[in-house]
């Protein structure tokens, strides 16, 4: 059964203030890893899918890379407006269905 | 501009009753999902549709159904056989999911219970 694990489950940053949330995952055959934004109240947006490990996307201040275990989502110099609900999310050799974690609430103080 | 479309936004049900939580596609998808969200929990599939007149039952399908008759429409009906409905539900599509998996998600339905 694919597992996700998503650290912290909160974070509080300064404006300015880079960090990193981390997403641990089980898999048998690991056939992508996906990051979503979700704002509070809406449906998540789709960030990047990293296949293997050692792939690195970037997206303005948001680099997501990725190990054989974990990946990472780098927030360099955040903004305010950055602030949300991070979701990650597995897709397994075995079938086509995401298996998404609880989810890591960032929120940026001015 | 293609997307999904879910309504209503808000909806509250009285204890007893079924009701049904529109999602429609204009992104010529194939594969359609719903998923519950509760707090502090993550995203968990309750039903989702590879193709049309077909679908399969996710984690959680106790106590809801769906019909797949328009490739474009995936209605959700939660019926009074599910004891904890309260809860944020969101319906999403996937124009690739063999080979991307990549999801798109409506903005979501928040059905609360008298």
């Known amino acids: 059964e694919d597992q996700v694990t998503q650290s912290p489950e909160a974070l509080r940053l300064q404006e300015g203030e880079s960090s990193s949330l981390n997403c641990s995952y089980t898999?048998?055959?690991?056939?992508?890893l996906f990051w979503y934004r979700q704002d509070p109240g809406k449906g998540p947006e789709f960030l990047f899918t990293?296949?293997?490990a050692g792939e690195e996307k970037e997206k303005e201040r948001l680099k997501a890379t990725l190990t054989k275990k974990e990946s990472f989502l780098h927030i360099t110099a955040p903004k305010p407006e950055d602030s949300a609900t991070y979701l990650c999310?597995?897709?397994?050799?075995?079938?086509?269905?995401?298996?998404f974690g609880r989810g890591t609430s960032l929120i940026v103080h001015p | 501009d293609g997307g999904i479309t879910q309504s209503p936004k808000y909806l509250f049900r009285k204890e007893g009753q079924n009701v049904t939580l529109s999602c429609e596609q204009n992104l010529n998808h194939d594969a359609m999902y719903w998923y519950r969200q509760d707090p502090g929990q993550g995203l968990r599939l309750i039903y989702y549709s590879q193709i049309v007149n077909d679908f399969q039952k996710g984690d959680i399908a106790e106590g809801y159904s769906v019909s797949r008759e328009k490739k474009e429409s995936f209605p959700l009906t939660v019926t009074s056989a599910q004891k904890n409905p309260t809860a944020f539900y969101l319906c999403?599509?996937?124009?690739?999911?063999?080979?991307?998996?990549?999801?798109?998600f409506g903005e979501g339905s928040r059905l609360t219970v008298l």
């Open positions: 990293l296949y293997s």
């Open positions: 898999v048998s055959g690991l056939r992508g």
């Open positions: 999403a599509s996937s124009g690739d999911y063999a080979n991307t998996g990549e999801l798109f």
């Open positions: 999310a597995v897709r397994s050799g075995g079938s086509y269905i995401p298996t």
